[in-house]
Each structure stands twice: as structure tokens, then as C-alpha cells.
């Protein structure tokens, strides 16, 4: 779905007009640019809340993939 399709179902969705969710849309950007704050910074309240308790996970990953690839090819 293209953006134009989007925005026409959310503003019936909304029951609002195109113009009313364009503006609002524009005050959310720019309110979000001038606090400065980062991607990073918006979500760093959230990011490891829910961690896996294993502190290596991140440098970890391809073996773990490959031993899940590994055990699913032996059952099959």
C-alpha cells in the first residue's frame, strides 16, 4: 500500500481529513526534533528490559544459529 492509500484509510479510520493528520503528523516531527533527542535516546528507557540474562548474545548469535540449523537437519 502506498503512502496516499495510508493516509486515505487512516483518515477514515480517524474519521478525520488528510490535512488534519498531515499537520498533526508535522507537529509530532518537529516537536520530536527540537527535544533532540536521538532514536537511541527515545528508546533507552526499553532497550535490555527484558534481557536474556546472557551477556554475550550479541557476539554469540551465528553459532547459536548454526546449532538450531544443525538440530533441526538431524530430525529430519
Known amino acids: 500500500m ?3 492509500n495510508k493516509l486515505l484509510a ?3 479510520v480517524k474519521n478525520r481529513t ?3 493528520i498531515i499537520i498533526e503528523s508535522l507537529e509530532m516531527y518537529y516537536a520530536q ?3 533532540g ?3 537511541f535516546t ?3 528507557s526499553v532497550f535490555g528490559r ?3 540474562g546472557d ?3 550479541a557476539t554469540t548469535y551465528k553459532q547459536r544459529i548454526k546449532e538450531k540449523v544443525a538440530a533441526r537437519m538431524s530430525n529430519c
Request: without cysteine.
Open 55 to 57: 551477556s554475550d548474545r
Open 50 to 52: 527484558y534481557g536474556s
Open 33 to 35: 526534533e527540537e527535544s
Open 42 to 44: 527515545l528508546g533507552e
Open 10 to 12: 487512516l483518515s477514515r
Open 37 to 39: 533527542m536521538d532514536s
Open 18 to 20: 488528510k490535512s488534519e
Open 2 to 4: 502506498d503512502t496516499r
